[in-house]
């Protein structure tokens, strides 16, 4: 029952990715006792431009 | 006011998801009283492999 | 597999939300292809005033 | 700590966010105390066929 | 259309959220060319302890 | 940069979560190369009833 969404800059390749998720079911499992059959990690890959940080965007640079 | 985010697998055509949305639209309106004018309905496409089920982590293969 | 989240404001019964979400998951089986077993609905209850308007904001008054 | 999920239709330019995050965050600063430092705004491009509005769908026409 | 997701720490006050959101509907039109009346706003309160810092999770202390 | 969503279940504790958010940062870094400084993880409790199950609604029974 646990979704978990990964937001993350584009460019990680699928055995990033799984390895990744495999770490944070096991996470899942461990520490809040959640079955991996319940389980589901979604990777939403962001365009490095269209995540902007607030502190870049203050000192009126570009936003990354 | 009804916001609907439907994540799905990637691959649906346009007249697939607009029957689905009318659908959806439709039960929204039926069931919770909520005015189509209202309501909006976004398809977030999710490539397969961005999408990992945590049955298949744990048993060690490929994630989907 | 499809994931679907609806946001809506506060204040439906149980057995509304039952009855949406059995519509729901019988739309996007027939119109998307998708198994129940890997549906899920989850509703996402927002309070009244934190949900707004833009075109309410725009003339100035309260926001909803 | 704030995050910011601008979800748009696909088509804005680069210059055209940046200057629309930097609003928002400034808007975020003044009205929620919040530190530049520690806000993030990303943009979810919308292909406008995903995007459907109940109020088309209702009439029986295109979704958008 | 845009729909923007506003995740914040709670407690701040509805006065407070409003001219946040005001200075937000204005911010995209002015910039994306968004009409108010298509623009909606939602804010989503996190207690703090759900909001957990990965510079904190690392060094072993508490997670805010 | 990752900004982590977990959906579950109310009901964990403080501790769960934290010792759960460490891993997941951990296995961020590891296996994405994302450092703990520019990582989040936003627990998002949903209270049982929120979340409905497809398998079960199909059957007619009780959504969960």
Chains 1, 2, 3, 4, 5, 6 share one sequence.
Do not use: S, Y
């Not at 959640?34 to 936003?63: C, H, N, R, S, Y």
């Amino acid at each position: 029952m646990p979704t978990i969404h990964i937001e993350l800059h584009k460019g990680r390749t699928l055995e990033q990715k799984t390895a990744c998720a495999r770490a944070v079911v096991n996470a899942v499992k461990e520490h809040l006792g959640a079955p991996p059959e319940a389980t589901q990690v979604i990777f939403v890959d962001v365009e490095k431009p269209d995540w902007m940080m607030g502190a870049k965007l203050a000192e009126g640079g570009p936003a990354r």
